[in-house]
């Protein structure tokens, strides 16, 4: 049997390490483009709509949203990320259906509501 080692009287317990970061930048900025989707998908359905979510978020808009009598196109986006001048031409100058509106979303780090946009 074994006994325990005892420190020496007087000595320091060593510092904790740092233990380092589970996910890199790039992915820590994806998941939270994701939570800022989510939410906006959240309330859009609460609003009674039907939301489909563009794959892999490539294209001019992130979500599509399906309503009664209208159809939103929205580009979500989150923190310190924004609309650059060439995604919000882009967008302008797209022909779309009379019902269709499009949509600007930013959600702002620490701010509950997001701010909406209609390009």
């Not at 294209?59 to 929205?74: E, K, N, Q, S, T």
Request: aromatic letters at 6%; glycine letters at 8%; a positive charge.
């Amino acid at each position: 049997m074994s006994t325990p080692s005892i420190p020496a009287v007087g000595s320091v317990p060593a510092a904790p390490q740092p233990t380092p970061d589970p996910a890199p930048k790039k992915f820590r900025s994806k998941r939270k483009g994701a939570r800022a989707e989510g939410r906006c998908r959240k309330a859009l359905e609460a609003a009674g709509y039907l939301v489909t979510k563009a794959g892999g978020s490539l294209g001019l808009f992130d979500l599509i949203a399906l309503g009664p009598c209208d159809v939103r196109a929205i580009q979500v986006k989150s923190g310190t990320n924004r609309l650059t001048p060439h995604e919000r031409e882009a967008i302008k100058e797209l022909t779309l259906a009379p019902c269709v509106s499009r949509e600007y979303w930013l959600y702002l780090d620490r701010v509950r509501e997001p701010r909406i946009e209609h390009l």
